[in-house]
């Protein structure tokens, strides 16, 4: 029971919750905006109920005996979520992206941490320009460098007395 209270006490599940109550009331909005306002404008030119809009493909559909295609209930629809997704976009995620735009862009910028497979690869790309320029990592010293590394002594005095 406790994996199962934690799982529905989860952000993702109670976020998805509110979601779906406040998508099923804002429906009957766009429900009555449809019928209100979209189907009259589509009535000036025909039938004001777009489900009265159809095509029979075989026989009679006045008797019920053909086929029918109501695609007027098919175009209600694809209006109904067309409008729902435009006021959603506009007055939600529109806003709320140009919100968090803006906490990002006042919140300070930290360098990239690098990782070792990065580290790993600009050590072996210096590798390969100090080979390429004729520098060769390991190499024997010539006379001159061996001389002036010669003059100090390793063990950190200045060679004074």
């Known amino acids: 029971m406790g994996g199962f209270r934690d799982f529905?006490?989860?952000g993702n599940v109670v976020e998805l919750a509110v979601a779906v109550v406040i998508g099923a009331a804002f429906t009957g909005i766009v429900n009555a905006v449809v019928d209100g306002l979209i189907n009259p404008v589509?009535?000036?030119?025909?039938?004001?109920?777009?489900d009265d809009y159809s095509l029979c493909l075989r026989g009679s559909c006045a008797t019920g005996d053909g086929i029918g295609?109501?695609?007027g209930s098919v175009v209600s629809a694809s209006l109904t979520f067309l409008i729902t997704a435009a006021v959603v976009y506009f007055l939600m995620i529109?806003?709320?992206?140009?919100?968090l735009?803006?906490?990002?862009?006042?919140?300070?910028v930290e360098p990239p941490v690098e990782t070792e497979l990065e580290l790993l690869a600009q050590i072996r790309d210096e590798l390969i320009a100090q080979r390429a320029g004729g520098v060769t990592v390991g190499a024997q010293r010539t006379a001159a460098e061996e001389s002036t590394s010669l003059?100090?002594?390793?063990?950190?005095r200045d060679?004074?007395?």
């Open 101 to 108: 735009a803006r906490r990002r862009a006042d919140a300070p």
């Open 42 to 50: 589509i009535g000036a030119f025909g039938t004001q109920d777009l």
């Open 69 to 71: 295609l109501r695609w």
């Open 159 to 161: 060679g004074r007395a």
């Open 8 to 10: 529905l006490l989860r």
């Open 94 to 99: 529109l806003p709320m992206n140009r919100f």
């Open 151 to 156: 003059d100090k002594p390793s063990d950190g």
